[in-house]
């Protein structure tokens, strides 16, 4: 419930109270057991994008303090990331075989899994490493317990909404007109902070806003799910050994496109929708919302 952000009360305390929630969650998941380094991985990477949409949020009050603070949470996600897309890998298989299950039931195939299995296991220098996260999240969580954040009241967020809103305009036509994997990538990300923003804005208007993450959530995951495949199709280009012989190949390269192109289709029908206002209009209604919560304690 930390990653709020309530209009009854200061915006900029309840920013920086949103940051330090996120980092001390990252720090938690960390520190979970190493049978479950693997979630804690996942679950920390989380925790750097939504504190990335929360500064995205502020981008213009905190001013010079953006580029440094959004660097260092996208270099904390970034050293997490080679073992979580190998994890990733595996999920994304997983999910595959649910549409095919006769078919990723043989024993070549239960063969590739193997190997998605042991490239997703950890690390030795897992440790080193995350105690090198560990020190860079206390250093942040020092400055963004003294983040400047000049403005008030919803001024403070306005800018930011509207120009994330207006970004994941642009890139979902981007997408559109090509869908390649890199286009529709960068849309993910700009769906995603459309997502923590919705989360942070849930105390606005808790009914408008619960149902705009539930669609907003499932946009995400399917075009996560097409990464996570254009991935899986790249991995079988460069490395076909891995999936069998020629025969396995070409069928899972074709169950890979059909199935990229079912989560497109439904992502940019979901897209069409969530993005149908104008950035100014929707803007405008939140901030109305705004005013309403603001005016209730009155």
Not at 42 to 64: I, N, T, Y
Not at 248 to 266: G, M, V, W
């Amino acid at each position: 419930m930390a990653y709020r952000i309530r209009p009854r009360c200061n915006v900029a305390k309840e920013v920086r109270s949103a940051a330090l929630d996120r980092i001390g969650e990252a720090r938690r998941a960390l520190r979970l057991p190493a049978a479950q380094r693997a979630e804690g991985v996942h679950q920390a990477r989380k925790r750097f994008k939504e504190l990335r949409a929360l500064l995205r949020l502020v981008r213009e009050p905190l001013g010079d303090s953006f580029k440094r603070e959004n660097r260092c949470a996208r270099d904390l996600g970034r050293a997490l990331a080679e073992s979580r897309e190998a994890t990733a890998m595996l999920e994304s298989w997983d999910a595959l075989a649910k549409t095919q299950r006769s078919f990723f039931a043989g024993d070549a195939l239960q063969q590739v899994r193997q190997r998605l299995v042991e490239r997703a296991e950890p690390t030795a220098k897992g440790g080193a490493l995350e105690a090198d996260i560990e020190q860079a999240l206390s250093d942040l969580a020092g400055r963004a317990s003294e983040w400047p954040l000049e403005g008030k009241g919803f001024a403070l967020l306005k800018g930011g909404l509207e120009r994330s809103y207006r970004e994941g305009r642009r890139d979902l036509a981007r997408a559109q007109r090509t869908p390649d994997a890199e286009n529709l990538h960068e849309w993910r990300k700009r769906v995603k902070d459309q997502w923590y923003h919705s989360q942070l804005l849930v105390p606005c208007w808790p009914q408008d806003f619960k149902r705009r993450c539930r669609h907003l959530k499932r946009l995400a995951d399917d075009l996560g799910d097409d990464h996570d495949l254009a991935m899986m199709g790249q991995l079988l280009a460069d490395e076909p050994a891995l999936f069998g012989d020629e025969a396995t190949r070409e069928r899972l390269a074709t169950l890979i496109e059909e199935r990229r192109a079912a989560l497109q289709a439904a992502a940019f029908a979901s897209g069409q929708r969530l993005y149908a206002e104008s950035p100014k209009a929707l803007v405008k209604r939140i901030e109305a919302y705004w005013r309403i919560a603001r005016a209730e304690r009155d």
